[in-house]
């Protein structure tokens, strides 16, 4: 990996394309998602993709009054299970072939439905990243997340569970010492390298797991098959069940929960938090300084589904079939 050198957040590509995906099930989720993109200049200055899962007509009817091109994603592969699957999974096994699904820009940049945006520093940033050919990823790495400390074993566990399933003992023994890279939001130009290896590893993958396989493989893409890749900040990513963040009340956003208390740019709402109202969040600064209280951690120019708050998590959601996020 290299470091990110004389890069300004306000870099911009000349034609990239923001993509995120899902079924209907997913749909609230997704609204936030494209809304907190459309909200910020840097996601306003990218064309919109949405591969489509299963939604609604009415769902693909909002998606596209937001500008969106609609793609209907496909399985692309043939795998052991794959009809126990939900359609929703066709938004994992399509991300290799982005540049298909949606020709004609330079660069891509994935986002998964149950993130959202508040800062748009960090999607400039991953377009700066990307701009070299190196695939530009958060790792899951930060001095407040809870795995580096009582969640280590359950992290470990289950990640190296799905690395042994899927690509062997030996690998997972040496890649869970490696920081995770989260692939929930990563960009990449159209004519790298990575599309076509990642394809073939998660081809390859498939075949004998279905448990964070397109995850798993990107990591095999990047830590053994040694594609260039730029690892920003975790704020660019933030996964919220490994740290809850901080609200700092004065500044009215979410901060990372340890000192100096940075903005968080992409809030990624993995396992429950997606379908949590409020979490417990300490607050920073403002007369409640220091206090944990409730507060949504959902994208605050959203709407909170149907009267009666957040909607239900779909049966499964939690835990998606063929799918152990941790």
């Known amino acids: 990996m290299r470091h990110l050198v004389g890069v300004t957040a306000t870099s911009t590509a000349p034609t990239a394309i923001a993509i995120t ?19 910020l200049p840097e996601g306003r200055a990218m064309a919109l993709g949405v591969l ?14 937001q500008g969106a091109r609609l793609v209907a994603a496909q399985w692309e592969f043939d795998f052991p299970g794959r009809d126990k699957l939900k359609e929703g999974y066709k938004a994992l096994v399509a991300r290799p072939f982005l540049p298909r699904y949606f020709p004609g820009f330079d660069q891509y940049l994935w986002i998964d439905s149950d993130c959202w945006v508040q800062q748009g520093d960090a999607l400039a940033l991953f377009l700066a990243a990307a701009r070299s050919g190196a695939l530009a990823v958060a790792p899951e790495i930060h001095r407040s997340m809870r795995h580096f ?11 190296g569970a799905a690395y042994e399933r899927a690509f062997g003992r030996d690998i997972a023994e040496k890649l869970i010492r490696y920081p995770l890279i989260n692939a929930g939001v990563f960009a990449l130009r159209a004519d790298a390298p990575h599309w076509a290896v990642w394809a073939k590893l998660l081809g390859e993958a498939l075949q004998r797991s279905t448990d964070m396989t397109e995850q798993i493989s990107l990591n095999v893409l990047v830590y053994e098959k040694g594609l260039a890749c730029e690892p920003l900040p975790s704020r660019c990513n933030w996964p919220v069940h490994h740290a809850t963040p901080v609200w700092n009340a004065e500044r009215s956003l979410f901060v990372e929960p340890a000192m100096p208390y940075e903005a968080l740019g992409i809030l990624h709402l993995t396992l429950d938090t997606k379908w949590r109202a409020t979490l417990a969040v300490r607050e920073l600064g403002g007369a409640f300084d220091g206090q944990v209280r409730e507060r949504s951690v959902r994208w605050p120019g959203g709407a909170l589904g149907p009267p009666g708050g957040m909607p239900a998590a779909p049966a499964g959601a939690l835990r998606a079939p063929g799918r152990t996020a941790i």
């Open 21 to 39: 995906g899902g079924d209907a099930a997913y749909f609230e989720l997704m609204r936030d998602c494209v809304g907190s993109l459309r909200a």
């Open 52 to 65: 489509d899962c299963g939604l609604t007509d009415e769902q693909r009817a909002w998606c596209r009054a």
């Open 149 to 159: 400390y009582h969640a280590w074993k359950e992290f470990s566990s289950v990640n």
